[in-house]
């Protein structure tokens, strides 16, 4: 246990040494990363809200609007299918509840209207996979009548991807931002708790986060006169919005959209050949077929530009479009073209959002916080360290030697991954001290035994270390057990604290049994100790 191989020696050194060097840029001011060479790393460890300000928003998500909205799509899908041949003419709709009622011009199409509609229910499961339950019913309560409601299974799972799709939603907008390390987590049943450390501008966040971006592309309807439609004749299937233009402050649009943002593979902010702000976008294969057949149909029409039930723009096709790209313009200046860009790209939210709560956590709290732990931390150092190096002499030395390089790696590990550092991290962090000394603890207990039952200094040292492996080995593994039920389960300080806990149980591994054994196999060969002071 006391021989190292050379590549063993040059193994623990080097990555001892590699954690360092990941380490140092945290411990470097701003003005000291700049100047290091560029080869080195010069990322230092990220700091949670806690330690470094930032912005704490709690939004609620509107579950309703968004069972309406299904609601609304499945009439219109349902009208759709039976369109097709041989045709079934609807009478009428109407929507109530959670049921879509629809009644047919002839009772005899009933069987028939049954058959279609009942092929738009989908299969609804769980985490643990299909449950065999549909998301609808389609029943016919008379003839002529014809009910699709939406199942209570149907309700749930709808309600369950609206919050994990409005999280990733808001995720990949802020990350598009270039913000690191921001925290989006579901609270409740209908509730997202958003945090982003070092945001200087929550006013901005706040409006990209609320806004729902959904982006549809509506041909304008001009089969009645604006001044009708203000008085409330709007045709079936069409609908009147409000528009971007003070000349025309509304614009009558089919209801059903001719393509959909979903298609959208990129957005960038630009400028035009004037020098205006504008957006340019790219739809995918399937935007851009869907794209250029309606441009083709429609030459000399117009075609609106719909962003969250607001028309920003509705130009004339003025040739087919057929390269699947187009650009939206419009009163933008930079910054509000690169956030609706930002918006396009991450895609829109399946459900509006509220802030119900706003906080911003200050800077000077945040290196309160900072050096509070920070002193803690060398105080738990200090303590430990000391009582170690007295206790247990030079074997203590080595000891805290390997405690410093542990924390170095630790540290490191952090920056290199990327991970975040908070208040509970630093309490890992603290308990991490206490567990690689707690392996150099048993270590040299075991060594006392066999100094005692007349053992050599080397026998002594020899059977430490092989006799207390698996004890070392068990105590880590269900501790990181521990660690990986707390991240799976926890919230957001229970997870940070996770992290640094499971990264400091293999630091603490590789530095008290592999680098503190490497310093006193080389003491040991070096000096040559005819006893062990303990």
């Known amino acids: 246990m006391l021989r190292f191989a050379w590549w063993k020696t040059m193994l623990v050194l080097g990555l001892v040494g590699l954690g360092a060097l990941f380490a140092l840029p945290t411990a470097l001011s701003p003005a000291m990363r700049a100047q290091l060479p560029d080869f080195l790393p010069s990322v230092p460890i990220n700091l949670g809200l806690d330690l470094q300000g930032g912005s704490h928003l709690s939004l609620e998500v509107d579950l309703e609007a968004a069972r309406k909205e299904r609601l609304e799509l499945l009439a219109d899908d349902a009208r759709t299918r039976l369109r097709d041949k041989p045709l079934i003419v609807l009478a009428d709709r109407s929507i109530s509840g959670n049921v879509v009622r629809l009644r ?6 009933s069987a028939a209207a049954l058959t279609r509609l009942r092929a738009l229910r989908n299969p609804v499961g769980n985490a643990l996979g299909a449950t065999g339950a549909f998301d609808s019913d389609v029943t016919s309560p008379s003839p002529g009548v014809i009910e699709i409601r939406v199942t209570e299974a149907g309700i749930e799972d709808a309600q369950r991807r609206t919050m994990s799709e409005s999280i990733e939603v808001i995720r990949r907008r802020i990350d598009q931002l270039g913000t690191r390390e921001t925290s989006v987590q579901r609270q409740g049943e209908t509730r997202i708790i958003v945090q982003v450390p070092g945001e200087s501008d929550p006013a901005r966040i706040r409006t990209l986060i609320e806004t729902t971006a959904k982006m549809t592309f509506n041909m304008v309807d001009e089969s009645v006169s604006l001044a009708d439609a203000q008085n409330g004749v709007v045709p079936f299937g069409a609908k009147l919005l409000p528009t971007d233009s003070p000349g025309e402050p509304f614009l009558v649009v089919r209801a059903r959209p001719a393509v959909t943002g979903e298609e959208l593979v990129d957005a960038q902010g630009g400028f035009s ?22 441009s083709s149909q429609n030459v000399g029409k117009r075609f609106a530009i719909v962003l969250d039930e607001r028309i920003i723009s509705a130009p004339v096709i003025n040739e087919p479009i057929l ?8 009163n933008f200046t930079t910054e509000t073209a690169n956030d609706l860009a930002v918006l396009l790209r991450a895609g829109s939210l399946p459900a509006p959002l509220k802030v119900v709560e706003s906080r911003t956590v200050g800077a000077e709290l945040g290196a309160d916080s900072v050096r509070a732990g920070f002193i803690s931390a060398l105080i738990a150092l200090g303590l430990v360290a ?27 590990l952090m920056a290199g991954f990327g991970a975040t550092l908070t208040l509970p991290g630093i309490a890992g962090i603290i308990l991490t001290m206490g ?7 048993l270590v040299y207990e075991r060594v006392r035994e066999e ?12 059977a430490g270390y092989s006799r207390t492996f698996l004890t070392i080995f068990d105590a880590n593994i269900t501790t990181l057990l521990a660690a990986a039920i707390m991240f799976y389960l926890g919230s957001g300080p229970v997870k ?4 640094t806990l499971s990264l400091g149980i293999f630091t603490s591994v590789l530095t008290s049994f592999w680098f503190v054994r490497l310093l006193t ?6 000096a040559r100790p005819k006893k062990l002071a303990l």
């Not at 047919?104 to 199409?109: G, Y």
């Not at 390269?323 to 419009?330: R, V």
């Not at 940070?496 to 992290?499: C, I, K, L, S, T």
Request: charged fraction near 10%; hydrophobic fraction near 50%; glycine fraction near 16%.
């Open 386 to 412: 000391g009582f170690i190096l007295l206790v247990y002499g030079v074997l203590g030395l080595f000891a805290n030697l390997g405690l410093i390089a542990n924390i170095a790696l630790l540290i490191g």
């Open 521 to 526: 196999a080389t003491w040991i060969h070096t």
């Open 104 to 109: 047919l011009k002839d009772p005899a199409d």
């Open 323 to 330: 390269g699947g790209s187009g650009q939206i313009s419009g």
């Open 435 to 441: 567990m690689a000394v707690d392996a150099n603890v």
């Open 451 to 462: 100094i005692r039952n007349g053992r050599s200094p080397v026998m002594a040292l020899e």
């Open 273 to 294: 050949q004037t020098g205006e702000a504008n957006v340019t976008f790219r739809f995918n294969g399937k935007g851009a077929r869907a794209f250029g057949n309606v």
């Open 496 to 499: 940070g604290f996770a992290v």
